[in-house]
């Protein structure tokens, strides 16, 4: 068994519209470390996401959770990783801001 390392990610932008925004940011994140990752499958809900990633020969399971105030970011790193975990916290929190920085939908 991992370590979960888990972040809260404040925003004023709703459920829906976090989780849209994210949704559009994962897009990007693909591109920039496609190099890196075997695989990554996430599992859309309606205020949640299931997420595999396979990278560097591991695999990392997580969860999304969009809430009205809050996008919770969790992962299970494998115990060989479990010493990186500040580390990973501080990536999730600043990937997951960064996305929720994308602008809204043009009309």
């Known amino acids: ?5 888990s972040v ?3 925003h004023s932008l709703g459920a829906a519209e976090a989780k849209r925004r994210v949704q559009e940011g994962v897009d990007a994140l693909r591109q920039k470390y496609a190099s890196h990752l075997s695989a990554l499958q996430i599992d859309w ?3 949640t996401a299931d997420v595999t990633i396979s990278a560097l ?3 990392f399971k997580g969860a999304l959770e969009f809430l009205p105030d809050v996008v919770r970011v ?3 790193l494998p115990w060989m990783l479990a010493m ?3 580390k ?3 990536l999730m929190s600043r990937h997951t801001g ?4 994308l602008p809204p939908p043009k009309a």
């Not at 960064?98 to 920085?101: C, D, G, P, S, Y």
């Open 1 to 5: 068994m991992g370590k979960v390392v």
């Open 8 to 10: 809260d990610v404040k």
């Open 45 to 47: 809900a309606e205020t």
């Open 57 to 59: 020969g591991q695999t």
């Open 74 to 76: 969790s992962l299970e």
């Open 84 to 86: 990186i975990a500040e």
């Open 88 to 90: 990973a916290k501080g």
């Open 98 to 101: 960064e996305m929720l920085q």
